[in-house]
T-cell receptor
Framework: DTAVSQTPKYLVTQMGNDKSIKCEQNLGHDTMYWYKQDSKKFLKIMFSYNNKELIINETVPNRFSPKSPDKAHLNLHINSLELGDSAVYFC??????????FGPGTRLLVL | GESVGLHLPTLSVQEGDNSIINCAYSNSASDYFIWYKQESGKGPQFIIDIRSNMDKRQGQRVTVLLNKTVKHLSLQIAATQPGDSAVYFCAENGAGNNRKLIWGLGTSLAVNP
């Protein structure tokens, strides 16, 4: 019954590694997002896709590459992880004018 | 950018009291506003929204008030319960772009039994 799901929930990795986070929504929404939340709870949008098409691409290092194989999935691949990438990454989806529904988050710790 | 140097505002209330969480929004062109609740270890959860053609909207135990003159949004929680302890975020759609919300910094609500 989970509306927006993400895997993994926790990710601990070494600097320089490449990792991926997966997201799926079963709400039938057209728009999906990736957000980053830092240790002070500040939420910042990274990317948004509408029907598999990239529509928002904020100032994010190009080490971050989103991929949307279909409108129900939006994955995030991160190359050459850095210490500053440590954060909670939230996937979300929305339809029309309503605010987004968020997933449970992926807690990334780069050592 | 990052919220470096800023601390999350905290509101502490007694169980059973009413809570009021305030938010000053930035863009006078925003016409859609949302409140979210984020409990520890979870994602933000939609609580209530309001469009700019309204100044008040009520949900279950929650009321959102919008004052466009001073660009102020508030969330009132009636009879606050321990389960209301969370960080609350306001968001605005900024110039009518519903896909790119502008988020407030959040307010931490602590409910004392």
């Amino acid at each position: 019954d989970t509306a927006v799901s993400q895997t993994p929930k926790y990710l601990v990795t070494q600097m320089g590694n490449d990792k991926s986070i997966k997201c799926e929504q079963n709400l039938g929404h057209d728009t999906m997002y990736w957000y980053k939340q830092d240790s002070k709870k500040f939420l910042k949008i990274m990317f948004s896709y509408n029907n598999k098409e990239l529509i928002i691409n904020e100032t994010v290092p190009n080490r971050f590459s989103p991929k949307s194989p279909d409108k129900a999935h939006l994955n995030l691949h991160i190359n050459s992880l850095e210490l500053g990438d440590s954060a909670v990454y939230f996937c979300a989806s929305s339809q029309g004018v309503r605010g987004p529904y968020f997933g449970p988050g992926t807690r990334l710790l780069v050592l | 950018g990052e919220s470096v140097g800023l601390h999350l505002p905290t509101l502490s209330v007694q169980e059973g009291d009413n809570s009021i969480i305030n938010c000053a929004y930035s863009n006078s062109a925003s016409d859609y506003f949302i409140w979210y609740k984020q409990e520890s270890g979870k994602g933000p959860q939609f609580i209530i929204d309001i469009r700019s053609n309204m100044d008040k909207r009520q949900g279950q135990r929650v009321t959102v008030l919008l004052n466009k003159t001073v660009k102020h949004l508030s969330l009132q929680i009636a009879a606050t319960q321990p389960g209301d302890s969370a960080v609350y975020f306001c968001a605005e759609n900024g110039a009518g772009n519903n896909r790119k919300l502008i988020w407030g910094l959040g307010t931490s609500l602590a409910v004392n039994p």
